[in-house]
């Protein structure tokens, strides 16, 4: 009897691959222009300003509906969890440039001076001299067409103009990402292994792309789903034909009726029923939810009683909010060195080849190579700061700012799942000139502080989290994490490239100072903001130093630490520092009642149903997410199409 053959083992399943690779740069240049038009444009719905970007969720939907056609007709070419989370990353890297915090501002920074100054503003006397004309657009023909409209970026003169100042601000970006991602891998395996952070923004990404389909058949998902999607059909069709009933979900704004003070003081208190928020918000463990809605309005009640007693009399930015929060922000920070110390010694002593409990075989890069890359590329910035005129110490002590609330930011979305990161007007050329004194630093130290506004005005878009989130999805999905690395490079830097490439195009179409620009805040105020804080550091005799600024920073850095201890010594203590630091800001506005709403109704889950319970639920509240972005998503893309009036369902 002839022996049969052994069967062949299972072939493995498509994980990284060069298709999935294409296909996600394919589709990084159709998302660049979909951001500018809505978020610039048409001002209609801004994607890059929440923790998980609409526009990917909806690419990936697509994507996942088209492959279970595949999986069912032609299952050969259908794509694997890896090669969709793959594309899911690369999109959301790629929308990060184009972002409402990172290129729609810096390209603003780059022009807006020369165009808009005039006697009465005074920035030719002010400030002109020291501005590093290689890093912007000085010429008065090329903006132009850029401010006027109705022209071509296509043009040799045009295209030669801004090829300089563009190639050597997307290096610069390419070398600071590339940092970034050097200190995502030092921290990949405490984090993803060690600690096992639970990354929750990347929980709808994984279900959607798993290929047994089981979030897909789930009721409660598909309720969920519906209800979203129906609040958004309802709401643009009342917008579009006033006679069709509206699901109200923006109620009212409580500045409508606090109009005396103090309780003018609260300042904008909107009222709104947010799906995805909802969603979302179920996603984040109790303590954050909680902490998120209970410190916006210990913020709120910091402004009233200012207004009361009158403590900002003299001192208008009293009780200095911003500066608290970015207190907070880097005691986040220095929590995550603190507990990573005992590790961070161990990768240094298997960087520098000596006996070490950790093996980095598996990690993306060796070690030594990852503190290599950290040490040229934090010299390369900090060259390029020096040689465009701040002063060796300011220097230093901003890429050390900036790089620790990077690490804050990563780690809030690592362990907690924060579904924004804002913190407005904080960054390290604020919280520099506020500690040491504008008048104290260099002139061009200054000027490089109005362009860094370019990448620190806020950090919603910051692209150090979908990076640590990349390697999270890769432990879990299979994917390769080493040519992982060069994939999250190449798409940071593909994207890049097309923000500027996007921005640009539109902007010398529609004009980026004209009636074209529903609002011109993206054009105009982004741009005149750092601006005007220049002129006033320079007009004589310069802001006083404020020491209460500082004091204040370091009060919102020891709350944040005492917080911290806090929750390590008492397994009940509610408050959570992440909740502190993030809730000042302008999404938590929008966000916190919807916040509010998820941790009672998650309260209430676990309560009666336990771990069984939320589980059970969970599918819901992912299909509020889906549902809101994937129909919202499809909405704003048929607007923005059509020209019709668009709900705006988020900002």
């Known amino acids: 009897m002839p022996k049969r053959p052994s069967p062949s083992p299972p072939a493995k399943p498509r994980t990284l691959t060069f298709r999935a690779v294409a296909l996600g740069l394919g589709l990084i240049p159709f998302n660049a222009f979909w951001i500018v038009y809505s978020e610039v444009i048409r001002y209609a719905a801004h994607p890059t300003t929440t923790s998980l970007f609409f526009n990917v969720i909806f690419c990936l939907a697509v994507l996942v509906a088209i492959n279970a056609a595949l999986r069912r007709y032609a299952p050969r070419w259908a794509f694997s969890q890896g090669e969709l989370l793959t594309i899911y990353l690369v999109l959301s890297l790629g929308s990060c440039m ?16 020369f165009w808009f100054a ?57 070398v600071l990402i590339g940092v970034m991602m050097c200190l995502n891998v030092i921290w990949r395996r405490q ?37 979203a999607g129906l609040v958004n059909v309802a709401n643009t069709l009342h917008m579009n034909a006033p006679s069709w009933p509206e699901i109200p979900t923006r109620v009212l704004n409580f500045n409508q009726f606090l109009t005396e003070r103090p309780w003018n003081a609260l300042g904008s208190t909107p009222i709104q029923f947010l799906p995805f928020a909802i969603g979302l918000g179920y996603l984040l463990p109790l303590d954050l939810s909680f902490s998120c809605w209970f410190f916006f309005w210990w913020w709120k009640g910091q402004s009233v009683l200012t207004a009361i007693y009158g403590w900002n009399d003299g001192r208008p930015q009293f009780p200095y909010i911003a500066e608290q929060s970015a207190g907070a922000y880097l005691g986040v920070a220095l929590f995550v060195i603190w507990v990573s110390r005992h590790y961070l010694r161990q990768v240094f002593r298997r960087a520098l080849g000596r006996p070490s409990d950790l093996d980095d075989a598996t990690e993306p890069l060796s070690y030594r190579a990852a503190l290599i890359g950290l040490v040229v590329g934090v010299a390369l910035l900090l060259a390029f700061l020096v040689a465009h005129g701040v002063t060796p110490w300011v220097a230093v002590a901003f890429l050390a700012i900036y790089l620790m609330l990077s690490i804050s930011v990563s780690r809030m979305r690592a362990e907690l799942g924060s579904p924004a990161h804002d913190l407005h007007y904080a960054g390290p050329d604020h919280l520099l000139s506020v500690t040491v004194g504008a008048r104290n630093l260099s002139k061009p130290t200054l000027a490089f502080f109005a362009l860094s506004w370019g990448f620190n005005r806020a950090y919603r878009s910051h692209p150090m989290p979908h990076q640590s989130e990349g390697f999270k999805l890769a432990q879990v999905s299979g994917l390769p994490t080493r040519p992982l690395l060069w994939v999250m490079l190449l798409a940071s830097l593909w994207g890049a490239v097309w923000a500027f490439w996007a921005l640009l195009h539109v902007y010398y179409v529609e004009g980026a100072a004209t009636a074209n620009v529903a609002a011109p805040f993206v054009p105009q105020v982004f741009g005149r903001e750092p601006y005007q804080r220049l002129a006033r550091w320079l007009t004589p005799p310069g802001p006083p130093v404020d020491p209460a600024q500082t004091w204040f920073i370091a009060g919102g850095l020891g709350f944040s630490l005492f917080l911290t201890a806090m929750r390590g010594i008492f397994l009940w203590w509610p408050f959570h520092p992440v909740g502190l630091a993030v809730s000042s800001s302008w999404a938590m506005g929008y966000l916190w009642l919807s916040l509010m709403t998820a941790w009672v109704l998650k309260f209430a889950i676990l309560r009666a149903g336990g ?41």
């Open 191 to 227: 984090w993803v292994v060690n600690e096992r952070l639970s990354f929750p923004i990347v929980e709808l990404p994984l279900r959607m792309t798993d290929e047994s389909f089981a979030l897909f058949r789930h009721r409660g998902m598909w309720i969920g789903f519906a209800l």
């Open 98 to 113: 184009v972002g409402h915090d990172l290129f729609q501002v810096l390209i603003s920074v780059m022009a807006h001076p």
């Open 118 to 174: 005039t006697p009465d503003n005074r920035w030719q006397s002010l400030f002109f001299d020291v501005l590093p004309r290689h890093l912007m657009m000085p010429d008065l023909e090329v903006l132009r067409g850029f401010y006027l409209g109705e022209s071509s970026l296509y043009r040799t003169s045009v295209v030669l103009a801004w090829l300089r100042p563009v190639a050597i601000w997307i290096a610069f970006f390419t």
């Open 611 to 651: 771990l069984k319970g939320y589980r059970n639920a969970l599918p819901f509240f992912l299909g509020l997410i889906l549902g809101e972005f994937v129909v919202g998503g499809a909405i704003n893309l048929l607007g923005l199409a059509f020209g019709f009036q668009l709900y705006r369902f988020w900002g």
